[in-house]
């Protein structure tokens, strides 16, 4: 199993500019999550999903979006790209009943300039 | 509000040496304790989860320890080896949130020099 896996490992975007960040879980998760790390501070929770058609937001949504068509994929939509969005995000996963098991991928840097 | 606050913020020990990095929560109610391991470049690793009735928990050379009445937890590291360079995230768990209920802390930066 390759785990959790995110593309690309680094981006830089212009202000105003809009992308994709790639997550893809092969362990038949239905959990899904998205967290952005900022230097010096802990993670912090974007969207997450219950299963494929189900998101929710978590404690930072605002300029993302996120939809889950199926249960191997959860990508994160940045859109008009701001400064205060350059972070690393972290994609997670994990299975429905062991909730304390959550799986990390290797983050994706993204630069806004 | 739910807080976890890590400390020391940075630490650098000699490999061979023992270190103990500390961490304490106000998040309610309770469910459950994680220390991560995070590699720079890398995503979190978990490495060990304390329940409410858990008092210590070993993984090989790290041991956690968990105090729920004072809501304190330590990670314990063991004849620290140059591959514990890391960050060490504390992670505390509430009950009854639809996101698992995670509240993370910023984590302890260790630094092992040979």
């Known amino acids: 199993n390759a785990g959790v896996t995110q593309t690309p490992k680094f981006r830089i975007l212009k202000i105003g500019q809009s992308m994709t960040l790639q997550c893809a879980q092969d362990m038949n998760h239905n959990y899904m999550y998205w967290y952005r790390q900022d230097p010096g501070m802990g993670l912090k929770l974007i969207y997450y999903?219950?299963?494929?058609?189900?998101?929710d937001k978590g404690e930072v949504p605002n300029g993302y979006n996120v939809s889950r068509s199926t249960t191997e994929y959860f990508p994160l939509r940045l859109e008009l790209a701001a400064p205060s969005q350059t972070s690393v995000y972290f994609c997670?996963?994990?299975?429905?009943?062991?909730?304390?098991?959550?799986?990390f991928g290797p983050g994706t840097r993204l630069l806004v300039l | 509000k739910n807080q976890v606050e890590q400390s020391p913020q940075s630490l650098i020990i000699l490999e061979g040496k023992n270190c103990t990095l500390q961490c304490n929560y106000t998040v309610s109610p309770f469910s459950n304790l994680r220390w991560y391991k995070q590699d720079t470049g890398r995503g979190p690793v978990s490495l060990t989860i304390?329940?409410?009735?858990?008092n210590t928990k070993s993984n090989g050379r790290y041991t956690a320890t968990l105090d729920a009445d004072t809501k304190q937890s330590s990670l314990h590291i063991t004849a620290s080896q140059l591959s514990d360079s890391a960050s060490y995230i504390c992670v505390v768990a509430y009950s009854g949130g639809g996101a698992d209920g995670l509240t993370f802390g910023k984590g302890t930066h260790l630094i092992i020099q040979p």
């Open positions: 304390m329940t409410f009735s858990e």
């Open positions: 997670a996963s994990r299975e429905a009943f062991r909730q304390e098991t959550q799986y």
């Open positions: 999903s219950v299963g494929a058609g189900i998101t």
